[in-house]
T-cell receptor
Framework: GQNIDQPTEMTATEGAIVQINCTYQTSGFNGLFWYQQHAGEAPTFLSYNVLDGLEEKGRFSSFLSRSKGYSYLLLKELQMKDSASYFC?????????????FGKGTRLHILP | GAVVSQHPSRVICKSGTSVKIECRSLDFQATTMFWYRQFPKKSLMLMATSNEGSKATYEQGVEKDKFLINHASLTLSTLTVTSAHPEDSSFYIC????????????FGPGTRLTVT
């Protein structure tokens, strides 16, 4: 079975830091993505982790622990434009069939 | 980065009619494309994996006779919603994998389908 959990909604203040957690249980694992999606638009790629540890890219960082089935996305110096939905997605590779399974998403609200 | 287009961006159709949505990879050849459906404020649900030159692989619960997928070339996959009903109204998004890049999928801008 496949299960990806992340909080439904979060609220943070402009200029602050927020961490969005994700836990997963999948039959296969070949990497974890974080995507950002603004309302009415397609998802945009933020990060990809396949090995344990922290990947930093500007204001965004993503962490992975494969043994714990855990990841987080860290957003620093929050801006109003960061108000969006953030999806944790796992690259699941059962039976050599490579596809991405999305979590339910976290709606992040940024307050001025 | 790589570009994937979808056409149309929005479509309104009457119940019982069929609608075709195109997904094109503009600057790379995509042997594999994916079709997702997303209801308002919900997650992206994978519908099917489209492989060039072969039959699509559908996810459990997705009716292959209702959602026809054709991947006739390395740059084009089409999704046809047959005999559309109001409950098929949704945001349909395709993505394509560039074989030259190990992990990333490139998403199209999506198609908003409204069935009246």
């Amino acid at each position: 079975g496949q299960n990806i959990d992340q909080p439904t909604e979060m609220t943070a203040t402009e200029g602050a830091i927020v961490q969005i957690n994700c836990t997963y249980q999948t039959s296969g694992f070949n990497g974890l993505f974080w995507y950002q999606q603004h309302a009415g638009e397609a998802p945009t790629f933020l990060s990809y982790n396949v090995l344990d540890g922290l990947e930093e890219k500007g204001r965004f960082s993503s962490f992975l622990s494969r043994s714990k089935g855990y990841s987080y996305l860290l957003l620093k110096e929050l801006q109003m434009k960061d108000s969006a939905s953030y999806f944790c997605a796992v690259r699941d590779r059962p039976n050599r069939d490579d596809k991405i399974i999305f979590g339910k998403g976290t709606r992040l609200h940024i307050l001025p | 980065g790589a570009v994937v287009s979808q056409h149309p961006s929005r479509v309104i159709c009457k119940s019982g009619t069929s609608v075709k949505i195109e997904c094109r990879s503009l600057d790379f050849q995509a042997t594999t494309m994916f079709w997702y459906r997303q209801f308002p404020k919900k997650s992206l649900m994978l519908m099917a994996t489209s492989n060039e030159g072969s039959k699509a692989t559908y996810e459990q619960g997705v009716e292959k006779d209702k959602f026809l997928i054709n991947h006739a070339s390395l740059t084009l996959s089409t999704l046809t919603v047959t005999s559309a009903h109001p409950e098929d109204s949704s945001f349909y998004i395709c993505s394509a994998r560039d074989p030259g890049v190990d992990y990333e999928q490139y998403f199209g801008p999506g198609t908003r389908l409204t069935v009246t």
